[in-house]
Nanobody
């Protein structure tokens, strides 16, 4: 399974780094994606990274502020979030899918999900 941590409460302009760990799963095979969801709204893609980190993709709102990375030797992926805004407040999830097509911003493509970590940004 997947497990996220690193969420928390920050003020606008602050930073957080989320971690996605694979437990019982070897992440190296999978494309990893980060998603977020606000109550009452659909889950949306934030960023994705190919299995060997050769390609990354970002949602428009994440470009220039968020950075996705991974280290397969550590079985971990990360989402560095800078210049956070109140509208970034959401539950953040990591997910995995097969390695074909590194673009992974559609939650319906996910094969595995973590349980999420809450990010709250105050103004």
């Amino acid at each position: 399974h997947l497990q996220e941590d690193g969420g928390g409460s920050v003020q606008a302009g602050g930073s957080l780094k989320l971690t996605c760990g694979g437990y019982g799963n070897t992440l190296s095979y999978f494309t990893i994606g980060w998603f977020r969801q606000v109550p009452g709204k659909a889950r949306e893609g934030v960023a994705s990274i190919a299995s060997s980190a050769e390609a990354t993709h970002y949602a428009e709102f994440a470009e220039g502020r968020f950075t996705i990375s991974r280290d397969n030797s550590k079985n971990r992926a990360w989402l560095q979030m800078n210049n956070l805004k109140p509208e970034d407040t959401a539950m953040y999830y990591c997910a995995a899918k097969g390695p074909y097509n590194s673009r992974f911003l559609d939650p319906s493509d996910a094969e595995f999900w973590g349980r999420g970590t809450q990010v709250t940004v105050s103004s």
